[in-house]
């Protein structure tokens, strides 16, 4: 079969990271082109933008939109608007209601949005979300904890409205929580804490409930020294399960349960592949919904400025 041409917007640490490496190991896609306003990669042909890239290269069938969120829209805009399918990396947008019209404008144009979480691709997240099926949920705990000036060192765009702040990794951990939980999640309550110079919060606290009521705590701090922490504790009438480790390591009652090795931008451009094969869109803005609920509801609590 054909292999997907497929471009990359936004030339950053996870394009580099991640896409460019499961694009070059994949037989599904094969990336032609990179657009991005600072950089270019060596052997493929890049551009400073979006528009000069789709002009210059029609051939483009896909683009896998890398870039930060607050260009995210405008650029995924235009490339449906093209025609192009298009892979977006979390968070999808920057608002809920930005994901919800580019959902309708792939519709009208008939290609294929992909709202990415990269983070349900982790290997142990469907095994956990298996064995939650038909479980009663006594309670929930996720504590998110890690060290953003190890992270996402110079990366200012965090710090600016729009960049979310704590719930970038944070959203990873909505991202599971909302694809394991077997009921859907309500936010009821949140406390975000905003240093003096920063446009989002580096730390924050919510209280959800399930669709039976059972409380669902999650704990987020992006000032985590030493151990980080990435985990998601669920008590069961029948035991206690644990994934870890973003969502790479499960065990059951304190027993590790052995996971299939795959790595997890592997999982995301297979199933990109499978969608793009079938003309379908996979759009889910729920973890988006409870962070922009939390920005709703949360009561703000000022805290010291941030000095990387
Ligand atoms: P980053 O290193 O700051 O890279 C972002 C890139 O976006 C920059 O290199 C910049 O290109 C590019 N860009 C900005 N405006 C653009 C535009 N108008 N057109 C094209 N490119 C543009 O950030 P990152 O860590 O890669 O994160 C990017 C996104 O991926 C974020 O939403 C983040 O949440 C997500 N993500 C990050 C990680 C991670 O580990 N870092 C993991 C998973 C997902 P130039 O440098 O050329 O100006």
Same mark, same amino acid.
């Given at each position: ?51 000069? %890239? ?8 896909? $683009? ?43 519709? !009208?144009?008939?290609? $294929? ?35 953003? !000036? ?13 960049? %979310? ?44 409930? &399930? ?9 987020? &701090? ?10 998601? &504790?669920? !008590? ?13 390591? %499960? ?41 922009? &609920? ?15």
């Amino acid at each position: 079969m054909a292999r997907i041409k497929i471009a990359i917007v936004g030339l950053g640490k996870i394009a580099r990271d991640q896409h460019i490496p499961s694009l070059a190991a994949s037989d599904a896609f094969e990336l032609i082109g990179v657009a991005s306003p600072h950089h270019s990669l060596e052997g493929v042909p890049s551009y400073p933008n979006v528009e000069t %890239l789709l002009h210059a290269q029609p051939e483009v069938a896909a $683009v896998a939109l890398c870039t930060t969120p607050q260009v995210r829209y405008d650029i995924a805009r235009f490339a449906l608007q093209q025609g192009r399918h298009v892979l977006l990396e979390k968070p999808p947008g920057v608002t809920v209601s930005e994901v919800q019209a580019l959902e309708g404008l792939a519709r !009208r144009q008939g290609v $294929v949005l992909f709202t990415s979480w990269h983070s349900r691709f982790a290997r142990a997240v469907e095994p956990a979300r298996t064995w939650l099926v038909g479980r009663k949920i006594l309670s929930v705990k996720v504590t998110w904890k890690e060290d953003v !000036r190890h992270w996402h060192p110079g990366q200012t765009w965090i710090w600016k409205a729009g960049g %979310l702040g704590v719930f970038d990794p944070g959203i990873n951990a909505l991202s599971i929580l909302t694809r394991i939980m077997p009921t859907g999640l309500a936010l009821k309550g949140a406390e975000l804490s905003f240093p003096s110079n920063c446009e989002t919060p580096i730390a924050a606290t919510l209280q959800l409930a &399930d669709g039976h009521g059972v409380p669902v705590e999650v704990e987020l &701090d992006f000032l985590q020294t030493g151990t980080q922490t990435w985990s998601i &504790d669920v !008590r069961t009438d029948t035991g206690h399960l644990s994934l870890s480790m973003g969502g790479t390591v %499960l065990s059951i009652d304190g027993v590790a349960v052995t996971t299939v090795q795959q790595p997890e931008y592997a999982n995301l451009y297979a199933h990109f592949a499978e969608l793009v094969r079938h003309g379908r869109s996979d759009v889910d803005c729920s973890p988006l919904q409870l962070v922009a &609920d939390a920005f709703l509801c949360a009561r703000r609590v000022d805290v010291a400025a941030f000095i990387e």
